[in-house]
């Protein structure tokens, strides 16, 4: 449709669109389960911080939040295709919605209605500030859980940083590669810090990584096929399907017999 052409660099909101006619995506946040807690991730390009869709309100901590029961599921998992230099960014008619906000560590009752100085949002998807999803559960900088006594588990589908710089001097692609180290460096971070929390804690938690090295029937192969997967929004075949999910298999069974998680309370959080 010509009107089409005003999310030229916002694409992700035709693909919004399209969940809704092609998918009969129609739902509403409001329509999300009440258990478990769904806390999906995106990236405020305004500030550059955490954007977070719930079940009832929407926002970050930085802007404040709004209540969003009636906010199209649709679009919310458009943001997941809005990555930069793809998709671009998901458009929000942030004046569409009542913002609030609370002094840090304030009680609820002491939230006000602020004026977040935008008309519109520009959302990326949630791994452009935290690929492992992992900041709703976990504080890196305190190295525990936000929630005492939670159970968390980490799929983290990275994809390596490939070692080698064969670019020449003008390649425009060189900018990608500092922007790659500069994300791999933030994601080892957290990996770090979550690492060492289930060193001192057994039993708390698991970290699985694609990269992960497994025995059983061509591991090395298994390995290579998994980490060298590309991102791509085409069908995949019935092999390319078996041979991640075997690959995915085997990791989790080898974390499982190193952190032993099976007896763990059904309390926590799963992230990915």
């Known amino acids: 449709m010509p ?17 809704r006619r092609e998918w009969g995506v129609s739902e ?12 999906i991730n995106g990236t405020t390009a305004e500030n550059g911080k955490r ?21 199209p599921l649709s679009s919310e ?15 929000l008619d942030a004046a569409r919605f009542e913002w609030r906000k609370r002094p840090w560590g304030a009680p609820a009752d002491a ?26 559960f976990f504080d890196a900088g305190r190295g525990a859980p936000k929630n005492a006594g939670e159970i968390i588990v980490v799929s983290d589908a990275s994809a390596p940083l490939k070692p080698g710089f064969s670019l020449f001097a003008l390649n425009p692609w060189r900018l990608k590669r500092v922007a790659d180290i500069m994300s ?25 990584y694609i990269d992960t090295p497994v025995t059983g029937s061509a591991p090395c192969s298994s390995q290579a096929f998994a980490r060298s997967f590309p991102t791509t929004l085409r069908r995949l075949t019935l092999q390319e399907f078996d041979a991640l999910f075997e690959h995915g ?14 007896d763990a309370p059904d309390r926590g959080g799963l992230t990915e």
């Open 77 to 91: 998992m458009a943001v997941s295709a809005a990555f930069p230099g793809g998709f671009g960014p998901l458009t």
């Open 51 to 71: 954007f977070w869709f719930k079940r009832d309100k929407i926002g970050d901590y930085d802007l404040g939040y709004a209540d969003a029961e009636s906010f």
């Open 111 to 136: 939230e006000r209605v602020v004026d977040i100085g935008y008309r519109h949002l520009h959302l990326y998807d949630g791994g452009v500030y935290d690929n492992l999803g992992l900041e709703p």
């Open 28 to 39: 509403k946040l409001g329509s999300l389960p009440d258990g478990p807690e769904w806390s």
């Open 184 to 208: 791999e460096q933030a994601r080892a971070l957290r990996v770090r810090a979550f690492s060492n929390y289930l060193q001192l804690q057994p039993g708390r938690g698991a970290y699985l």
């Open 249 to 262: 298999y085997r990791v989790a069974l080898q974390v499982e017999a190193r952190f032993g998680i099976v």
């Open 3 to 19: 009107w089409n052409w005003r999310f030229v660099l916002s694409c992700a909101n035709l693909l919004a669109l399209a969940l």
